[in-house]
């Protein structure tokens, strides 16, 4: 094979580098590869501020703040009609101190707690929602409590949960939604003390834990479930996500579509203000080059990659700058050896993160949107000093990193 037309269909393959310098939840340095889900998974961990109704009886006596926490993997993209699910999900309820100490009154010590509804709603699709609570024993006993603190139920007892299955619209997005919560609690004090409350919760700044495109360009013939990916995300702030996208990317390179995950991620606000602005914090990435793609690229006689990102394009709906380049200087990609039927997943940048934004809302729109747009980088192959322009169209359907209601 010529030079030129093994540069031709490198191109789209190695343009995705650009993105994956843009975005993955870190503290400090790049994503560690082992974190990196499969090819088409989102994983991520939501920490939703709630409201909820507390009652005796029938006496209503107060509103009280809380969080609800949920761990989980979805799709990144579906096709019209596709069954899918949410997977390997965790969560937790935690409500205020107040509750603990019954406003002072009284210390709690211990809690039982009856989770008797957890709706988790899939707009568009069939079902609409789903209810936990009807599919798993969410209730613990015994709860350890420390009055003055907050009391936290996990969910579920043991192993994970399962949501769906839900069937896909024919077009459109699907957004996933925390629809509300029902808890029957227990507060057991340490002189014997047993008091019964009935919290009826909500979401407090906009329901929206994600949002799914749907589109023809995806196989719709398999359930879209995501089983045994790795799945360990740190607590996050309340209002927050952290979370990794893998995005599936066709890309033209040599006149044939070649297959590339990128990874991106971030710290993300679930919700923004009207008058206030949205940025992607603790960002990093990666990009995976599965066994068949590196079988194909040391076929064409490629067996070392270096260059640079020179361009990362975020696509922001409702919000501007509307096509943001996020990495102005671009970042170094180290070079990097192919083994022949061995994925391969690069973290980039090498060491630290990077911020995207801030991103302005609109002024009359219900939600600001943001998904992953196209990339640029030049690239040198085999240790050669030339230097090759690659470049990679957004996906197709859009590949969302957040939905966040403006509020």
Not at 57 to 84: R, Y
Not at 252 to 280: H, T
Not at 301 to 308: I, L
């Amino acid at each position: 094979m010529n030079p030129l037309s093994l540069l031709r269909r490198m191109r789209g393959s190695f343009a995705l580098l650009a993105l994956a310098a843009a975005l993955a939840p870190s503290t400090s340095s790049a994503l560690d590869p082992q974190l990196v889900p499969s090819i088409g998974a989102d994983t991520g961990r939501f920490t939703l501020p709630i409201s909820c109704q507390i009652s005796v009886g029938t006496l209503k006596l107060i509103k009280i703040g809380g969080t609800v926490d949920i761990q989980g993997i979805a799709p990144v993209q579906l096709g019209p009609g596709q069954v899918f699910y949410l997977s390997q999900g965790s969560g937790a309820l935690t409500l205020p101190a107040w509750l603990t100490t019954l406003g002072g009154i009284v210390t709690i010590n211990k809690a039982d707690a009856v989770i008797s509804s957890l709706r988790i709603g899939a707009t568009r699709s069939t079902p609409a929602t789903v209810d936990l609570a009807k599919l798993y024993d969410l209730s613990v006993a015994d709860v350890p409590v420390q009055g003055g603190k907050p009391l936290t139920v996990g969910l579920p007892k043991t192993g994970d949960f399962r949501v769906g299955p839900y069937v896909a619209p024919a077009d459109g997005r699907v957004q996933f939604r925390f629809e509300g919560a029902t808890a029957d609690v227990t507060l057991k004090s340490s002189i014997g003390l047993k008091i019964k409350v009935h919290a009826e919760c909500l979401a407090s700044q906009g329901n929206a834990l994600l949002s799914v495109a749907v589109g023809s360009q995806v196989d719709a013939s398999k359930p879209a479930l995501y089983e045994g990916e790795p799945l360990s995300y740190p607590t996050v702030a309340a209002g927050n996500l952290i979370g990794i996208v893998n995005a599936p990317y066709k890309c033209d390179i040599g006149g044939q579509q070649y297959d590339v995950g990128v990874a991106v991620g971030g710290v993300i606000p679930l919700a923004v203000k009207r008058a206030g602005s949205l940025s992607i914090t603790q960002a990093s990435g990666a990009i995976t080059l599965p066994a068949a793609t590196v079988n194909r690229l040391m076929d064409a006689g490629v067996t070392t990659v270096q260059g640079k990102v020179d361009e990362l394009k975020l696509i922001v709906d409702n919000g501007t700058p509307a096509n943001p380049n996020v990495l102005p200087g671009g970042t170094a990609i180290p070079a990097t050896t192919l083994q022949r039927n061995t994925a391969v997943v690069i973290s980039l940048p090498t060491t630290g993160t990077v911020t995207a934004g801030p991103f302005q809302p609109g002024t009359s729109a219900a939600s600001m949107v943001i998904g992953m747009g196209s990339a640029a980088a030049s690239l040198q192959f085999n240790g050669s000093s030339q230097v090759v322009p690659v470049s990679c169209p957004k996906p197709e359907p859009d590949a969302l990193l957040v939905d966040a209601p403006i509020i």
